[in-house]
């Protein structure tokens, strides 16, 4: 079991960044593939990212390469997403997910977090 919290969320005007922290409970941390997903208002979940659990191997959605960094911290159980030149398009409620198992981008990971909310501003 993993329980998952993001925290980082905030307003941020156009241009400017945020780093987004997925801190985890349990001592099994670094047994789990990470994965960063945002949902906008009437929009459906969409992936952003994922981290393999020992950090080597990342992916990110095409329309974020560039901007956005995925990183974990195993020995602080904690993963991050670091986002840079947001846009207002980027506003969602960004949630991270867990699993054992490799998912990539689809839905289909064990466990998640509440979700931080991004709002940028033009």
């Known amino acids: 079991q993993v329980q998952l919290v993001e925290s980082g969320g905030g307003l941020v005007q156009a241009g400017g960044s945020l780093r987004l922290s997925c801190a985890a409970s349990g001592r099994t941390f670094s047994s789990y593939t990470i994965g960063w997903f945002r949902q906008a208002p009437g929009k459906e979940r969409e992936f952003v990212a994922w981290?393999?659990?020992?950090?080597?191997?990342?992916t990110y959605a095409d329309s974020r390469k560039g901007r956005f960094t995925i990183s974990r911290d195993n020995a602080k159980n904690t993963a991050y997403l670091q986002m840079n030149s947001l846009q207002p398009e980027d506003t969602a409620v960004y949630y991270c997910a867990a699993d054992r198992f490799w998912h990539g981008s689809s839905l289909n990971y064990d466990y998640w977090g509440q979700g931080t909310q991004v709002t940028v501003s033009s």
């Open positions: 981290i393999s659990s020992g950090g080597g191997r990342t």
